[in-house]
């Protein structure tokens, strides 16, 4: 079985689907893996890094797809980059498909077997394939030490013989994955830390890395998979009467609420912004979806009345090395759920295989995904 790894395309993109010591995992499978050159640059993987542990090294991009029958990238391909792939090829990646319904359209025209990294079930046989947590682990870990730059205060609680200088407050709304790791990295460099998710289970969690979880005192909102359900506009407006305070009082508030599939909930609003002290961060990890702070603007930073508010984009690629390792690593977990005595053959009684699928051979797998482009075909 042939698996191919392009380099990442994207301008800023600087990630890559495989690293070297992944191929250790995939041999054993009888997996073969060919590399474009240059592909682990930026993440500081050379191509005598791959060559070393085994992978073919191939410079002209048509060549490279020769064979393949399973292709592993970080982000969602263009459709340019589809109408390179062979015809008939499966992908793994992350695909964000209901966002990108012309480029499901043309996997389904290209009769492409897609694998999307955002429909992975969170179920504990799992945990190895979830790249979603171990790319939001890098992001809530880089958005602190972004606030904490930006930040014209100290962190920790200093006490010196000009006086003490009291710790930064940080409020971090949203304790997923990321918003924990945010937690605990604040925690880390002395900051004194709460946090507020609309999921009961967050509570313990949170605790549990030390910080203060927020008791609003509003009943609990949890969809399916462990994520946050999408919330009533009654409910958002009693949220943000009560986190408004909270708000206020901190000098940095890092946002992490997302929706799986639909717009990221409104949690800061504009009104909430201008109560905090001038020099104050927000670091805002929804920006992608629509952002939780309402002057969020997606990759750009945003000053209001002093106040700095920055739309954070893929913060795992800015730190590509460790983000490249542990997404490898989902990869060659899954790749090997896909094999069978050497040969490309997903079971699709398998339940991650099932749920992970976007399109099969020519057809739309995904229900939501499907009834999407029904909706927007009509």
């Given amino acids: 079985m042939k698996l191919v790894v392009p380099k990442e395309l994207l301008p800023g993109e600087q990630r890559v689907a495989l690293v070297p010591s992944e191929l250790a995992r995939l041999a054993p499978a009888g997996v073969e893996v060919a590399v474009e050159h240059g592909a682990g640059d930026l993440a500081l993987y050379t191509d005598e890094d791959y060559e070393a542990a085994g992978a073919e090294l191939v410079g002209d991009r048509s060549a490279l797809f020769d064979g393949a029958d399973l292709v592993a990238k970080v982000l969602p391909p263009t459709i340019a980059e589809v109408d390179d792939l062979p015809e008939g090829v499966s992908l793994l990646s992350f695909l964000a498909p209901s966002a990108h319904l012309d480029l499901v359209r043309r996997l389904v025209d290209r009769k492409i077997t897609a694998f999307s990294f955002e429909l992975v079930p969170r179920i504990s046989r799992a945990q190895e394939m979830d790249a979603l947590s171990s790319q939001s682990t890098v992001a809530g870990y880089r958005a602190v030490l972004i606030a904490a730059n930006k930040l014209t205060k100290f962190f920790p609680l200093f006490m010196t013989a000009a006086g003490t200088v009291p710790p930064a407050r940080v409020l971090v709304l949203g304790a997923g994955v990321a918003g924990l790791q945010a937690i605990a990295t604040a ?3 002395g900051a004194v830390v709460s946090a507020y998710d609309v ?13 203060t979880f927020l008791e609003l005192g509003l009943e609990s ?8 359900a999408e919330q009533s506009d009654e409910f958002l407006a009693r949220q943000q009467e009560v986190i408004a305070t909270h708000v206020a009082a901190s000098d940095v508030v890092i946002t992490t609420a997302a929706v799986p599939g639909g717009r990221a909930p409104l949690l800061v609003s504009t009104s909430m912004v201008s109560r905090m002290r001038p020099g104050s961060v927000i670091v805002d990890l929804a920006a992608a979806s629509g952002g939780n702070c309402e002057l969020t603007d997606d990759g750009e930073e ?36 896909l094999v069978k005595d050497g040969k490309l053959a997903p079971d699709f009684a398998d339940e991650i295989v099932d749920k992970s699928a976007v399109t099969i051979s020519g057809s739309v797998h995904h229900e939501q995904t499907r009834l999407a482009l029904e909706e927007r075909d009509t």
């Fill in 187 to 189: 925690r880390r460099l």
């Fill in 199 to 211: 999921r009961p289970a967050a509570r313990e969690e949170v605790k549990s890395v030390g910080a």
């Fill in 221 to 228: 909102q949890e969809g399916a998979g462990g994520y946050a």
């Fill in 302 to 337: 945003v000053i209001w009345d002093g106040v700095h508010i920055i739309g954070a984009p893929e913060l795992a690629s800015s730190m590509p090395t460790s983000a490249s390792s542990l997404y490898a690593r989902n990869v060659s977990s899954f790749v090997r759920l």
